[in-house]
């Protein structure tokens, strides 16, 4: 089933990368009638997949050549190589050019060619879901934006391609690469990622270093932040404060702003103003270049912190997240 209209375009659409943002975007898009062909390099780890999947796979640099519309569903920092020494000498002219992610146009390590049209469609959940969405007929709520309109039609092949996602079943909302870019990353430190795991961990330790069992310790803090988060999920604060207890909620109004208060408040806008200006893609592509010791370090600590430790230990007696679990049909998993 078609998501475009009669006033939209439909490209020939090449998906450069296949891992879990590009297959969904290539399978929805073939599924929404148009053409689309894969991009990777030869004998990667992807090129399997896209193959029993049933795309045509080609390298980036031939797959590009006829494509009306060149998406990029590589990770980021791979994406300045990519442009530079394949993408930039093989799309022709008058393309466009689409990114699911603003940082390298809009901290301008990518310089787009003046001829080519270059949008933004990015949408709100990860690839399974995508897919998911889109084949019991809805669609997961998608954000575009237009860096470079210079065919005067940038709009309509976002508008196209969001579309084939099956975003306009959802919602679509018009952004810049600016908002995109600079709210994706200080949602993903300050709250989603950076701030949660952090919070997790120190209301752990507080538990631990209080003579409680760390067992104990990993059921209130993070095992049971699932409910809780999916309860923001369904209906926000208001569905969250109906569903606990009135003594939960007591102690959300006296000691949540204890934990974070004006002074945390005043971090986080230090770290906007880092993402603002530069400074933590800065300092994130020179980690990069130097073959990431600082982020290898970083992560090995997470992941032999105590909470890990136990939590390994619990998690393998949770027969509901055992590989060989029962799985929900995807019916089942829409309503969970």
């Known amino acids: 089933m078609t998501t475009t209209t009669d006033t939209l375009p439909q490209p020939k659409i090449a998906v450069v990368?296949?891992?879990?943002?590009?297959?969904?975007?290539?399978?929805?898009?073939?599924?929404?009638?148009?053409?689309?062909?894969?991009?990777?390099r030869a004998g990667g780890p992807t090129e399997g997949k896209a193959k029993a999947d049933g795309f045509i796979v080609k390298t980036p640099a031939e797959a590009v050549k006829d494509a009306d519309l060149v998406?990029?569903?590589?990770?980021?920092?791979?994406?300045?190589?990519?442009?530079?020494?394949?993408?930039?000498?093989?799309?022709?002219?008058?393309?466009?050019?689409?990114?699911?992610?603003?940082?390298?146009?809009?901290?301008?390590?990518?310089?787009?060619r003046e001829d080519l049209d270059v949008v933004l469609v990015a949408p709100k959940g990860p690839g399974a879901l995508v897919r998911r969405e889109y084949e019991i007929g809805r669609g997961v709520p998608c954000i575009y934006a237009i860096y470079q309109d210079k065919?005067?039609?940038?709009?309509?092949?976002?508008?196209?391609?969001?579309?084939?996602l099956g975003g306009a079943r959802a919602n679509l909302i018009e952004?810049?690469?600016k908002?995109?870019?600079?709210?994706?990353?200080?949602?993903?430190?300050?709250?989603?990622?950076?701030?949660?795991?952090?919070?997790?961990q120190a209301g752990f330790e507080t538990l631990v270093e209080a003579g409680y069992q760390p067992e104990i310790a990993y059921y209130e803090v993070l095992h049971e932040l699932k409910l809780i988060v999916d309860l923001f999920y369904e209906g926000g604060i208001t569905r969250m404060l109906e569903f606990i207890s009135e003594t939960a909620q007591y102690g959300d109004y006296v000691s949540g702003p204890r934990v974070i208060d004006a002074s945390t408040k005043a971090r986080m806008k230090d770290v906007l103003t880092?993402?603002?200006?530069?400074?933590?893609?800065?300092?994130?592509?020179?980690?990069?270049?130097?073959?990431?010791?600082?982020?290898?370090?970083?992560?090995?600590?997470?992941?032999?912190?105590?909470?890990?430790?136990?939590?390994?230990?619990?998690?393998?007696k949770m027969v509901w997240l055992a590989d060989n679990a029962p799985k929900p049909t995807s019916q089942q998993a829409a309503a969970a």
């Open 17 to 40: 990368g296949y891992g879990s943002q590009g297959r969904a975007h290539a399978m929805n898009l073939r599924d929404s009638g148009f053409d689309v062909v894969v991009g990777l």
């Open 71 to 112: 998406a990029v569903l590589t990770p980021d920092m791979v994406q300045k190589q990519l442009y530079d020494e394949v993408l930039a000498a093989n799309m022709k002219q008058g393309a466009v050019l689409l990114f699911a992610h603003g940082l390298n146009v809009h901290f301008g390590m990518i310089a787009p």
């Open 151 to 164: 065919s005067g039609k940038a709009k309509d092949y976002a508008l196209a391609y969001a579309g084939g």
């Open 175 to 177: 952004t810049t690469f």
């Open 179 to 200: 908002e995109e870019t600079e709210t994706d990353l200080f949602g993903e430190q300050a709250v989603l990622c950076g701030g949660a795991s952090s919070l997790v």
């Open 274 to 316: 880092d993402i603002q200006n530069g400074t933590f893609t800065k300092n994130w592509v020179a980690e990069y270049e130097a073959g990431l010791p600082n982020y290898k370090k970083f992560k090995q600590a997470d992941l032999e912190h105590p909470i890990e430790v136990v939590g390994k230990q619990l998690r393998a």
